[in-house]
T-cell receptor
Framework: AQSVTQLDSQVPVFEEAPVELRCNYS??????LFWYVQYPNQGLQLLLK??????LVESINGFEAEFNKSQTSFHLRKPSVHISDTAEYFC??????????????FGTGTQLKVEL | DAGVIQSPRHEVTEMGQEVTLRCKPI?????LFWYRQTMMRGLELLIY????????DSGMPEDRFSAKMPNASFSTLKIQPSEPRDSAVYFC??????????FGDGTRLSIL
């Protein structure tokens, strides 16, 4: 079984400032890792994923996350946030043995609020 | 390419009524998932299907909840009888093998 911990329920930040959203996971097996973003009144959208290869993965809108196996972390970062980044962010893991796209275990989410 | 389509987007009904939520997955995806999202409990996986067969329904809260997938392009989640504590946003998601899940926009359910 896996579990995901997102310690920060809310992160306020000023526009153009850097931000880090923390995610730690626990698993007895190898996992795939994901970040999803949820805008108000919408479903979750995949932001980025780590399946294999380079431990640093990037999204098209400037977010990046680094898989750290020794620390069992997959923190999400952006060097300069915009108002439009205001949303809830969910970290998730899945068991590699089941193919990666299957049963996800989600964290409780972090509400990112970008202020002027 | 159309995404995951859920209907209705909003449902308000009285306690005791039957509620049916519908989902059309992305064509070609062979996994389908039903989730429930509330402030108190966050995002919970209720049940998921592979090739129309239920694989894990351990998240279904009670016998009042049932889910079916009669074919590859349609699934329903039914609550009968509904209760106020069932009020939540229900999401459907689909994926191919080894691929990330794609979510619908959800059904916001209010039981009065």
């Amino acid at each position: 079984a896996q579990s995901v911990t997102q310690l920060d329920s809310q992160v306020p930040v000023f526009e153009e400032a850097p931000v880090e959203l923390r995610c730690n996971y626990s698993s007895s097996v190898s996992v795939y890792l994901f970040w999803y973003v949820q805008y108000p009144n919408q479903g979750l959208q995949l932001l980025l994923k780590y399946l294999s290869g380079s431990t640093l993965v990037e999204s098209i809108n400037g977010f990046e996350a680094e898989f750290n196996k020794s620390q069992t972390s997959f923190h999400l970062r952006k060097p300069s946030v915009h108002i439009s980044d205001t949303a809830e962010y969910f970290c998730a893991v899945s068991d590699r043995r089941t193919g990666g796209g299957n049963k996800l275990t989600f964290g409780t989410g972090t509400q990112l609020k970008v202020e002027l | 390419d159309a995404g995951v389509i859920q209907s209705p987007r909003h449902e308000v009904t009285e306690m005791g009524q039957e509620v049916t939520l519908r989902c059309k997955p992305i064509s070609g995806h062979d996994y389908l998932f039903w989730y429930r999202q509330t402030m108190m409990r966050g995002l919970e996986l209720l049940i998921y299907f592979n090739n129309n067969v239920p694989i894990d329904d351990s998240g279904m809260p009670e016998d009042r909840f049932s889910a079916k997938m009669p074919n590859a392009s349609f699934s329903t989640l039914k609550i009968q009888p509904s209760e106020p504590r069932d009020s939540a946003v229900y999401f459907c998601a689909s994926s191919g093998y080894g691929q990330p899940q794609h979510f619908g926009d959800g059904t916001r359910l209010s039981i009065l």
